[in-house]
């Protein structure tokens, strides 16, 4: 860390903020430029970040020259983090597929669903049983009858399945029926809810909230990762900007940024990021082809019939096309989408 | 609500909406342009914002006429709200100040900080327990204890005393010792949450998230006041924007768009909202002159000394100057600051 | 368009807003709602464009229902627009990449640079030869000189060139040694520069503002159309958000969206998009899987003596790998990159 | 400028950094942490920033640790600049307050405005004759004979004019008619026109543009002090953000950050910063509560008739009642506002 004095800092002050970082055990580092003198701080990352710097008389501003993530950081750990679920990897050379409806509706609507994703070849199974609604008066998701749905489908068709925590009262029931539990763009930030899927060693796909910076999505992957939950899996879902022509705009940059500054894998949400059927497999490709490990992507078997979320839903037809695309499009990339061995 | 259709839509496209519609009881209205075919859509709000309209063959988009709020609304409700709290009353003539450091750090920093800001002439206490931290490895407040403190402190001054809510499993602490309970940015959209502190009496301060919209912080007083509580005290705590010289963007034009929109109290924190010192006065007097109903500021007895966003704390003298050019300014804006009697 | 009427209007109110679009040669449309009243406007779009009717007393806000560019939008031209440029073309099956560096240093500079851009495989050649800095003590380009060396690198390579006009009076010199006049981001609503260029009938490559919607970008196209020049191309290069881990956020969005509303051709500049070199080629692939016709780069000899932009250029070997990349890529998306046949 | 290095960095990389800094006359200090390597950069700033040393091998990424603006600095000229037009003076004690229609339409028109306008107490009249729109298709000014009108208006009521230049081949005619040049948002960065309005002497009232930051914002101003001319009167107008309920969001914190970073008088537009014209009187006060010097609003004899901007415009009542209320504001935050003595 890095201090920057004011222009007009005196000799006193900098002999201040010097004895106060040696009190504290801070090695210090000065240097007097032209225009500013510089004070750099050695020492535990912990301790300086703590230290109430720039409250001192003559300080200007801090600098951080390191990340504040440690787990999530490519240089902690260089190489990519695969994360199994089921027969399914993420983050190796196969391409991963996750489809399914917003939220799950009936029995035979999800059921329906499953067996449209898998045919088309995609690995998972998504679906909302409680779902976050803007407005209250929404309709709110199936609650746990919709998670027995979710696990009698994978018992249906060997496809692993993927939904929305919004509560800590409910984290034993994701444990007893689901197989990646994923966090909300809204839950980012909500730390008791990180810190209580990071006691679990479930897989956690963990959702960019809608202005989160990079840096602050990382963080919170390190919440889950501090409690001793390893596996957890970004998916970059659109961030929130002044473009009112899309529901969000997709932030592709985020990709090869992650795979940057982190070893975890991160996959793409082409539906949230676009908010529009007819953009969904654009987006879905630009997320593969710089370089997402994965999509996750909302495909219902009728979407005019939706109760959320219809007017970014593919339908069976499009999802099918759009996976044959994919699959073309994987294999010029270098890797590839492998179908489920139906074992059921 | 209103149907845009395509320009090359067909009039049997156009017949099987209006059939769709009126199957689902909503009444229609058709009125065709030069340019485009629009449809009227005549029914029950919540009836119609649950139809997947927009996945209709020859809709291009639908526009809402209406608010989605209707409780947290002007229209439902005229007159300002006003709330109490203790001897307090918020949304009247009367302007409240709301002071006191980031984290509750110890009895000692506590009393000090409450004994400085009641001298002053602020109305309310504020300090955090549990704090929302970027890192897991910072300081995540005194918890239970630092409730305690607050109510102590109440006892010692008379002031009430506002403290920030993350957990559900906490609420019944929060509602022992503390007499306005506060939502945080992170947590605007937290659902289970907000519907819980919809569940008590206690007066809600909820902050605008980061990236929320007016209208969706509304629907987040609305999530609260539709499970019985009609105490939500709304709070402008900053934006996030492109702009990097100061921590958030004050979101200035919200007070007044509120006002506008809602019956409901709204006050602004100069504190989040700039993240620098040198900049809470003049945010402060700038949130009093939009028409705010009051302010919620950081006051640390020693802010370098602060063990959480020290640079962005008063000092005692600065928040005594301060409070002295408030009281004028809410003079000349035909309202007034009032100081707590001591009954204590 | 549409008026939504207050949700208190009376009905003077509504007759006399009646009164006043009749008086104008609008006609109207007026539906009552259970909570609002909606007048509908029909006429002629530019009149109705300039109504000042959101002043009349009772309205409370008015909706466009029809995008305001006609000569840029798909409804009125509906097939792709391919503009020729020697003996390239820009919106057909063969994607363009437009290569070279940041800023036209020297004959010796840009010539080894348009050799390698040429022999790994692009079409065409940029370079700026006038600079916008935003500081007015930054290298600000050979100006005419630079000029003339890029009409030198066409004659010697084949290849057309393109470079950003920033000033009318230079129009003169850019229509006799410029293939492409771009104008950048920062000028993108300088009207009179865009009805300048909008007078000839050289190709513009319009880059989209920093913070401008799709729908004001393609109005500044509509700029140049209606003064009589049909040959735009579009150049989405990042827009500006909150996050600072890249240099601007690639809305990849925009690409689909550009492609639904307009027949002009888009392409993508990932060199601005990111200013991270390292982020250039996962941004080039993501431009071309989202659609675009095409790329722009910045490729440098030696990036290390860049005198401008060199923390984002590529250099040669990095450049002539991301070719072969984008040739496999275009390929699995049903296009093609072909390079240029030699003729000198 | 700092360099911070790659945590994998090596001991050549390092020198070789050394040896291409001192090659270029910069002296060099090195500074080893536990976790990074920093190495500090003194010399001559304008060398310092056109060195492309993010592109050599082992540095992660570069910190400036000044503020690129110099003229425009408060550290070169620590005392508030006052500027002088006619009778008026923006930047010291009284505030000024700037009004006038959006465009100038007719004779009559302005005139009866300029009337309202010194009747209520403002200092200086605004109208724009040559008119930047989003559509080639709407109203576009009067232009030269608008200009004359405004000096007309001048000479009737001894009000100083301010109008928008949008072409630098006007300028002549600017010089002759008008007392302060004003600079749009758009042409924040028209680089050729900020240099042409720097060889004048003419009083320049630059907005800030749609997403500009700060730095760059005052950057531009530098462009105009670097030719000559210190006469620059900096203009918040809002800026971009993703909230759609007002048209601009208000940037009230760049206040305090312009007065904390530079000596030049900064005013603030509340007409486009709301774009609604309820909201106009709220910000304006914010406006001036937050240390603004002046304010330049929209009044319109007649709202309902304007050609542009009707909207955002208040009509004469509205405008009569604000002026007393800011009046009574400016007397409380220890400034006031003068009404213009005529002499005429």
């Known amino acids: 860390m890095i201090l920057v004095m004011k222009s007009n800092v005196t000799e006193e002050q900098i002999q201040a903020v010097i004895s106060f970082l040696e009190s504290h055990h801070v090695r210090v580092h000065l240097s007097k430029g032209e225009e500013r003198t510089i004070i750099g701080m050695i020492g535990d990352k912990k301790i300086l970040k703590e230290l109430p710097v720039e409250t001192l008389p003559g300080v ?23 994360i199994r679920v089921g027969d399914v990897e993420i983050g190796g050379d196969q391409l991963v597929v996750i489809a399914g409806p917003c939220s799950v509706e009936s029995r035979d609507q999800l059921f329906t669903a499953a067996e449209i994703v898998k045919a088309a070849g995609a690995q998972m199974l998504r679906g909302g049983a409680f779902k976050p609604r803007t407005s209250p008066y929404s309709f709110q998701g199936l609650k746990e009858e919709g998670l027995k749905i979710l696990a009698e489908a994978r018992e249906r068709t ?12 409910h ?5 007893e029926y689901v197989d990646v539990i994923q966090l909300g763009a809204r839950n980012m930030q909500n730390f008791p809810l990180l810190k209580a ?28 990762m501090a409690e001793g939950n ?7 879902r659109g961030i929130r900007t002044f473009e009112t022509a899309t529901r969000n705009t997709l932030d592709i940059n985020a990709v090869p940024v992650v795979k940057h500054l982190s070893h975890l894998p991160i996959i793409v949400d082409p539906s949230h990021a676009t908010g529009v059927r007819a953009y969904v497999p654009p987006a879905a490709k630009a997320g593969l082809a710089a370089g997402a490990d994965g999509l996750i992507m909302e495909m219902h078997p009728d979407p005019s019939k939706a109760l959320s979320d219809g007017a970014q839903s593919l339908d069976p037809e499009q999802f099918h096309i759009l996976m044959q ?14 179908s489920m061995v139906s074992s059921h």
Chains 1, 2, 3, 4 share one sequence.
């Open 60 to 82: 200007e501003r801090s600098v951080h020259v390191t990340h504040p993530f440690k787990l999530a950081s490519r240089d902690f750990h260089p190489d990519d983090t695969r």
């Open 158 to 169: 060997g496809l692993p399945v993927v939904t929305e925590l919004m509560d800590i009262e």
């Open 171 to 175: 984290l034993p029931l994701f444990e």
């Open 197 to 224: 899927v990071g006691k679990t060693q479930k897989p956690v796909l963990l959702k960019r909230g809608l202005s989160a910076t990079i840096e602050e999505w990382l963080m919170s992957a390190e919440y889950i």
């Open 230 to 236: 390893p596996n957890v899996i970004l998916c970059e």
């Open 325 to 338: 695309e994919l699959k073309q499009l994987a294999h010029a990339l270098g890797r590839g989408i492998e």
